[in-house]
C-alpha cells in the first residue's frame, strides 16, 4: 500500500501516480491510497479515467491522528510535484513527514530535493512527469522491503538528526541576534 498525500491533491502529479499504477504488475498487489481534498474539485472525476486508478483507493480528508494511522500503515510516499518555479525550490512538508514516519519516499528529482533524499539515503528520486519512472521506483521499493526499510530508518534517523525545529530554530535564533546587533550597538552609543 502507498501513501500520495495528506493535504491538497492537486493535477501536477497526482495523474502521474494514478497512471504509474498502471504500469506495475498485479503480482506486486500495489494499491496507491490518496488521502486530502481534490484542487479543482473535478479532478477526482477527471482521475477516475485514468488508466491505474482502479487500483487507486482516495479516502477523504483526515484527522492528524489518522494520518498517523495510516502511516504506520503504508510502504512509502510519494512526493511528486511537477517541475514549477515554485515547486523546484520547496521543502514539502510532506517530504519530512514522510522521513519523520520512517517510510521511504519516491520524489521529484529536483536539485535541492536531491541533496535531501540522497543525502539521507531515505528514497529514490524521478522524472514526476514519467509513470513509467515512478512505476518502476515503486516497483524497485516493493521487490526490496529490506532496502526499503533501511530507506525508511535513514530518512527517520534524519529528521531527527538535521531536519528538525529544534535545530532550526537555534538557525532562526541566531539569524534575528545578527540581524539585530548594528541596532544593539547603536542603542549603546
Not at 52 to 62: D, M, P, S
Not at 106 to 122: K, M, N, T
Not at 133 to 143: F, H, K, Q
Amino acid at each position: 500500500m502507498w501513501l500520495m498525500s495528506v493535504a491538497s491533491l492537486k493535477l501536477g502529479g497526482a495523474r502521474e501516480m494514478v497512471r504509474a499504477m498502471s504500469f506495475l504488475p498485479t503480482s506486486l498487489d500495489a494499491q496507491l491510497v490518496m488521502a486530502g481534498s481534490f484542487s479543482p474539485p473535478e479532478l477526482e472525476k477527471q482521475l477516475g479515467h485514468v488508466p491505474g486508478w482502479e487500483r487507486t483507493q482516495y479516502i477523504g480528508w483526515l484527522t492528524r491522528n489518522e494520518v498517523a494511522h495510516l502511516l504506520g500503515r503504508v510502504r512509502g510516499g510519494l512526493v511528486l510535484f511537477h517541475p514549477e518555479a515554485n515547486n523546484v525550490e520547496a521543502q514539502p512538508t510532506k517530504l519530512f513527514e514522510y522521513m519523520s514516519a520512517g517510510i521511504p519516499v519516491v520524489a521529484s528529482d529536483f536539485p535541492l530535493w536531491r541533496e535531501i533524499v540522497d543525502g539521507a539515503g531515505c528514497g529514490l528520486l524521478v522524472n514526476p512527469l514519467s509513470p513509467q519512472a515512478i512505476a518502476d521506483a515503486v516497483r524497485w521499493l516493493l521487490e526490496h522491503p529490506g532496502e526499503a526499510e533501511a530507506m525508511g530508518r535513514r530518512g527517520r534517523d534524519a529528521v531527527l538528526s538535521r531536519y528538525n525545529w529544534g535545530l532550526e530554530k537555534t538557525k532562526m535564533l541566531q539569524l534575528y541576534d545578527d540581524l539585530l546587533a548594528p541596532t544593539r550597538r547603536r542603542n549603546r552609543i
